[in-house]
């Protein structure tokens, strides 16, 4: 079924705020991984939960529009987080996984500027 060219001309709109939102998304997962210092944590600290949560939106939704490379590394670094507790994760694994994930998402920020 082909949408209509109304209906084409919506989703192109959604998917460029989505892109255009991206700065956003970033800002916020750098700022829980500013605070990442698992040697001074004590429990699971109220950023990683913060953190987990801007990465499984990211990793539910950029496939959607479009952004596949953005939501497979989100999916990684999400089926991490849920497979290890805080405590029992790689801090530095985590935060590789997550440098990826910046990379992408700053991939994704350049392709809208060109």
Same mark, same amino acid.
């Given at each position: 079924m082909m949408l209509s060219e109304r209906a084409q001309k919506l989703i192109a709109q959604q998917r460029a705020r989505y892109i255009e939102s991206m700065p956003v998304k970033k800002q916020a997962i750098m700022r829980c991984i500013a605070e990442f210092n698992p040697s001074t944590q004590?429990?699971?600290?109220?950023?990683?939960?913060?953190?987990?949560?801007? =990465?499984?939106? &990211?990793?539910?939704s950029a496939g959607s529009f479009g952004l596949d490379s953005l939501g497979r590394a989100a999916s990684v670094v999400d089926r991490h987080m849920s497979t290890r507790s805080f405590e029992s994760g790689d801090p530095a694994e985590l935060l590789? &996984?997550?440098?990826? &994930?910046?990379?992408?998402?700053?991939? =994704?920020?350049r392709s809208q500027t060109t």
């Amino acid at each position: 079924m082909m949408l209509s060219e109304r209906a084409q001309k919506l989703i192109a709109q959604q998917r460029a705020r989505y892109i255009e939102s991206m700065p956003v998304k970033k800002q916020a997962i750098m700022r829980c991984i500013a605070e990442f210092n698992p040697s001074t944590q004590d429990g699971k600290p109220e950023w990683y939960d913060d953190l987990f949560q801007q =990465v499984h939106r &990211l990793a539910g939704s950029a496939g959607s529009f479009g952004l596949d490379s953005l939501g497979r590394a989100a999916s990684v670094v999400d089926r991490h987080m849920s497979t290890r507790s805080f405590e029992s994760g790689d801090p530095a694994e985590l935060l590789s &996984l997550l440098q990826k &994930l910046i990379a992408e998402i700053d991939e =994704v920020i350049r392709s809208q500027t060109t």
